[in-house]
């Protein structure tokens, strides 16, 4: 079973930075992508970044130039500055695999304060 673990939420002040890392047990197959997620609350989860085995990234529009996801080997990062309240939510890493299947980490929590 190959499993995902996340660290860095917390609460930090409008303006503020977070950075969430994310790290992939072994496992018998590659990973190709990995991202990162978000769900808020009563809204439904939506794509922050994702960087390929190549590291071409892409990103949602509400975060192009604040947010910077990077990845060493068979772990995510993701760098955010210039945090908004409409930042918070659950964050979620995932990976795909060469095997087709995704893996998703626990979640953890990011609250922005205004």
């Known amino acids: 079973q190959v499993q995902l673990v996340e660290s860095g939420g917390g609460l930090v002040q409008a303006g503020g930075s977070l950075r969430l890392s994310c790290a992939a047990s072994r496992s018998t197959f590659s990973i190709n992508t990995m991202g990162w997620w978000r769900q808020a609350p009563g809204k439904q989860r939506e794509l922050v970044a994702v960087i390929s085995s190549g590291d071409s990234t892409n990103y949602a529009d509400s975060v192009k130039g604040r947010f910077t996801i990077s990845r060493d080997k068979n772990t995510v990062y993701l760098q955010m500055n210039s945090l908004r309240p409409e930042d918070t939510a659950v964050y979620y890493c995932?990976?795909?695999?060469?095997?087709?299947?995704?893996?998703w980490g626990q979640g953890t929590q990011v609250t922005v304060s205004s």
């Open positions: 995932n990976a795909d695999y060469s095997n087709r299947l995704r893996s």
